[in-house]
């Protein structure tokens, strides 16, 4: 039976927005954060719930003035397109796997698929290789 009382706890739920452009109507800020309020009762609605928009183009700092996550993100995201090696990953492992995203999504479709074929031929032998591990182990040889 369903308990009209019964309390729930929520996960926060963030939605982030990155804007290649500006709006400084809203804000000169590059990161604006809002929430949902009730109108009529002036107070927020749902704490839980948080939108958080990032105006890229407001970002102006060179690769050594950035000292903080964000601006590692941004600055990596405003210039993607003419890095000639990722910055940060010494800061963020992510910014590596950036690194493979982006070199995998500037392949040829051709060049995807055979770099997808040589993985899984990679994983399939790596497969293998525990599963003969395993099976030494457990008989003893």
Known sequence: MFNLEETYEYDAVYLVSLLNFTDRNISDDIRIEMRLIDVKATRTF????????????????????????????????????????????????????????????????????????????MWDYENKLRSEREYARDTGY
């Open 46 to 121: 749902m704490n839980e719930m948080r939108m958080i928009y990032v105006q890229l183009p407001l970002m102006k700092k060179t690769e050594e003035e950035c000292d903080n996550e964000l601006d590692y993100w941004i600055f990596i995201l405003n210039n993607m397109e003419t890095l000639d090696k990722m910055p940060f990953t010494d800061k963020n492992p992510a910014f590596v796997d950036l690194i493979d995203l982006a070199t995998y999504q500037n392949m040829s479709e051709d060049e995807q698929v055979a770099y997808y074929r040589s993985l899984k031929r």
